[in-house]
């Protein structure tokens, strides 16, 4: 039986939201489209579903670009979190990484932070290293996706506890398939989350206290 910490990787593990910053590359009018769906999406008004390929598609990203990304997760990096995970590890902690961003990007920061499984999306690339789209049978890139890997990890993991830490309105649905869902506002702080969260806290190293 097992402890598990599943946490966000946007707005939270760093101080990025990964698809808006490759809106960025685009120029300002993608990036304020992009970054507009992105807060519809994250504020708990608008559905994943509708929001996730559209911006997909608006950007094209390539593979390059999404490596950039990943080296800019790291440079973000909140700056409590390599500690404060060492300490969760230690004190018998699994930690998963779940987000609706994207696989190829958040794994360079996961190695930095020493975790080993991200539940995420992943996208696909031509040979050339052009978008080719993603794989639609990851959940994170639906509505309540996060809540149908969280109870596959309890049930891979028979966990006793299961918490959800994030910012956005898909980390705040989990609450019903978390024990605990701790909302998360050193970047962003989402009405709609600090309403409803269980716990909030404003850095991850008051997350020790808050897991007892």
């Known amino acids: 039986m097992s402890k598990l910490l599943l946490i966000d990787c946007d707005s939270?593990?760093?101080?990025?939201?990964?698809?808006?910053?490759?809106?960025?590359?685009?120029?300002?009018?993608?990036?304020?489209?992009v970054e507009d769906m992105t807060n519809a999406a994250m504020n708990g008004g608008t559905p994943m579903e509708a929001i996730f390929a559209k911006r997909l598609d608006i950007i094209q990203p390539t593979k390059a670009e999404l490596e950039s990304i990943g080296a800019l997760y790291i440079s973000t990096v909140e700056p409590t979190a390599v500690a404060t995970l060492a300490q969760l590890h230690a004190a018998g902690w699994t930690i998963i990484i779940v987000s609706g961003g994207f696989t190829q990007a958040i794994r360079p920061l996961a190695d930095f932070l020493g975790i080993a499984r991200v539940e995420a999306v992943v996208l696909k690339f031509k040979a050339d290293g052009s978008y080719a789209g993603f794989d639609e049978t990851c959940p994170t890139c639906r509505t309540k996706g996060k809540n149908e890997v969280a109870r596959r990890l309890r049930a891979e993991f028979q966990a006793t506890t299961v918490v959800m830490v994030g910012d956005g309105a898909s980390d705040l649905e989990v609450k019903g398939d978390a024990d605990v869902m701790i909302g998360f506002g050193r970047y962003t702080q989402r009405p709609k989350v600090l309403a409803g969260a269980d716990q909030f806290i404003t850095s991850l190293d008051q997350l020790p206290a808050c897991l007892g």
């Open 12 to 33: 939270t593990l760093s101080a990025l939201e990964g698809i808006d910053e490759l809106g960025r590359l685009r120029g300002p009018a993608t990036f304020k489209a």
